[in-house]
C-alpha cells in the first residue's frame, strides 16, 4: 500500500509567532510532500523548541529507517541531540520471570494480549523458553525472549544491560521465578533450606538488587509470594513473627534472618529456634516481607514516581510445583499478578500489600 503524503503550507507553521522564521531545512519547504509520521516528528520538535522545552521530549518510537531521516534532516537544522539507535526510552516494556511454563506462562500469554507494549518472556532454559515463545506465536501473539537464570548475577545483568539499551528502563516486572521440592523428597532438610532460600529469596533480591533502579514512573512490580508465607509466618515463634511483622525492619535484618533459618537448619536446631518446617514457606516469608521493605523504599526514594511494589499469592495451582490435585488453573492463577502489573497510571494503590484474588490480605 503506498504512503499517504499531503502538502505542507506555509500557514501551518504560522499559528505561533515564534515558528514562523524557525528553519528546518528542506524537510519543510512549502509544497514538499512528507509522510505523515515524518511530518508529525518534525512538528512536534518545533512546537516544543518554540514553548522552550528540550528537543528530545518524548518523541514517538520509530523505526530504524525513519529515526534516521529525523536525525539527518529534522534534528540537524535546530542543533538537537540525536535519538538513541535501536527502540528508545519511550517503548514500554513488561518482563516476567520464570515464564516459560505454568503460572509465569499464564502471566506473560495474558499481559501480551493486554499490555500497550513489549512482553520479555524469560527462562533459566533457553530451549524451553524459546519452545514457549514460538507457541505463543503460534496464538498469534509477539512476546520476546531473554535468558535469565535468577541465580547468577552474571545473568541478572546480562538482562539489566539489554534493559537499558532496548528500552532505557522497565515498566513492569513479575518476579514469578521459584523452586521447591515435592513434599516426599529424599533430599535432607537443611540442602532443601539452602537450595530453596538461594533461589526463591536471594536470587528474587538480586533480581530487584539490579532491575529496580530500571523502574520507570508508573512502573509496576509484582512478587509472586504464596499463601504458605502466611501460613508458616503463623508457624513461626512469636518474637520472629513479630521481627517478620515490623515496619521498621531493615532489608539487612531480613537477610540476616533467611541465613539464621538455613544455618540453623544445617544444625538440625531450626524448630528449637522457632522456626517452621517449611523451606519453601520461610522462603516466600523473605519474599513478602521484603516487597514490603522495598516498598516503603520507593515510597521514601521515589514517592513521586507512584511506582507500585506488591507480593501476590496466585493461589493453589496446577502446576509442576503444585500438582495436579490443586484447584486453580494456570490462568486463574495468572489474574492477580496481571491485575497488579496492569494496575493503572492513577491509581494510589495497593502498595507494599500481599494481595491474593485481587483483595489486600492483612499480613
Known amino acids: 500500500m503506498p504512503i ?35 511530518r508529525g516528528a518534525g512538528l512536534l520538535l518545533r512546537l516544543r523548541l518554540a514553548a522552550g522545552l528540550a528537543g528530545d521530549g518524548n518523541l514517538p518510537c520509530y523505526s530504524g529507517d525513519l529515526r534516521a531521516r529525523i536525525n539527518s534532516e529534522v534534528r540537524p537544522a535546530r542543533r538537537c541531540p540525536a535519538l538513541p539507535p535501536a527502540m528508545s526510552s519511550c517503548r514500554r516494556v513488561a518482563l516476567v520471570t520464570g515464564a516459560n511454563k505454568g503460572i509465569g506462562f499464564a502471566i506473560v500469554r495474558d499481559l501480551c494480549r493486554q499490555f500497550s507494549g513489549d512482553v520479555v518472556l524469560t527462562a533459566r532454559d533457553e530451549a524451553r523458553g524459546r519452545a514457549a515463545v514460538q507457541q505463543l506465536q503460534a496464538e498469534g501473539l509477539s512476546p520476546r525472549f531473554h535468558p535469565l537464570d535468577i541465580d547468577d548475577m552474571q545473568s541478572i545483568r546480562a538482562l539489566r544491560d539489554f534493559l537499558r539499551r532496548e528500552y532505557g528502563g522497565l515498566d513492569v516486572l513479575v518476579n514469578n521465578a521459584g523452586i521447591a521440592f515435592k513434599m516426599a523428597d529424599p533430599t ?31 512502573g509496576r512490580v509484582v512478587n509472586v509470594s504464596s499463601m504458605l508465607s502466611l501460613v508458616n509466618l503463623k508457624r513461626c515463634s512469636p518474637e520472629l513473627q513479630q521481627k517478620f511483622r515490623s515496619e521498621t525492619i531493615t532489608e539487612e535484618e531480613l537477610v540476616g534472618l533467611m541465613n539464621k533459618f538455613v544455618e540453623d537448619a544445617k544444625n538440625g536446631v531450626h524448630q528449637k529456634e522457632g522456626w517452621p518446617n517449611s523451606a519453601y514457606g520461610v522462603s516466600k516469608i523473605g519474599v513478602t516481607v521484603l516487597s514490603r521493605i522495598h516498598a516503603w523504599k520507593l515510597s521514601e526514594q521515589r514517592g513521586g514516581d507512584k511506582i507500585l511494589l506488591n507480593a501476590c499469592c496466585p493461589g493453589w495451582v496446577r502446576t509442576d510445583m503444585a500438582g495436579p490435585s490443586a484447584t486453580k488453573s494456570p490462568e486463574e492463577g495468572a489474574e492477580t499478578p496481571v491485575y497488579l502489573a496492569l494496575l493503572p497510571p492513577e491509581a494510589e494503590g495497593p502498595h507494599g500489600q500481599f494481595v491474593e484474588d485481587k483483595k489486600i490480605n492483612q499480613w
Do not use: Y
Open 4 to 38: 499517504k503524503t499531503r502538502v505542507l503550507r506555509r500557514s501551518n507553521c504560522e499559528a505561533h509567532p515564534n515558528l514562523q522564521d524557525t528553519a528546518l531545512g528542506p524537510l519543510w519547504q512549502p509544497g514538499l510532500q512528507e509522510n505523515h509520521a515524518l
Open 188 to 218: 535432607p532438610f537443611h540442602i532443601q533450606a539452602e537450595v530453596t532460600m538461594k533461589t526463591n529469596f536471594f536470587g528474587t533480591r538480586d533480581v530487584c538488587t539490579e532491575l529496580l533502579p530500571l523502574m520507570k514512573p508508573q
